[in-house]
C-alpha cells in the first residue's frame, strides 16, 4: 500500500510524505503506482518550475519514499497544484480503492 501525507499549517501545505508501493500488481506492471508515482512527481516539478516553489525534496525510488517539505508557505500557485494532486490521488483512491491508496491530512 501506498500511504500519502498532507501536512498543512494554517490551512496551507506545508509538505507530504509518501511511502510504499502500492501492491496493485508485479512491479513494472503496477499502474496504480505509476498513477501515484506521475501525481506526486508531476506536482513537484511544476511547483518547482511553474509556481517557482522553494523546497526540499528527498527521494528513494527503490524504498518507495517521497519527502516534500516547504521552508516558507506556499504560495498560491503551488497551493492550486497541490490541490490538482489531492484531486487525482483522490480519483486514483476511488477508482481502485483504499487497500492501494491511503491518503492522510494533518495539521502541524
Known amino acids: 500500500m501506498t500511504t500519502v501525507v498532507l501536512k498543512k499549517k494554517d490551512n496551507r501545505y506545508s509538505g507530504l510524505l509518501l511511502t510504499g508501493h502500492a501492491g496493485y500488481a508485479d512491479s513494472g506492471q503496477d499502474i496504480v503506482c505509476s498513477a501515484i508515482s506521475m501525481l506526486v512527481i508531476n506536482s513537484i516539478n511544476a511547483m518547482e518550475t511553474l509556481a517557482g516553489e522553494r523546497m526540499d ?13 516547504f521552508p516558507d508557505a506556499v504560495n498560491e500557485k503551488s497551493q492550486l497544484i497541490l490541490d ?9 483512491q476511488e477508482q481502485y480503492g ?3 491508496l491511503k491518503l492522510k491530512f494533518e495539521e502541524v
Open 57 to 69: 525534496v528527498a527521494a528513494d525510488e527503490r524504498e518507495g519514499r517521497i519527502a516534500v517539505s
Open 84 to 92: 490538482t494532486m489531492v484531486l487525482g490521488l483522490k480519483s486514483v
Open 98 to 100: 483504499k487497500k492501494y
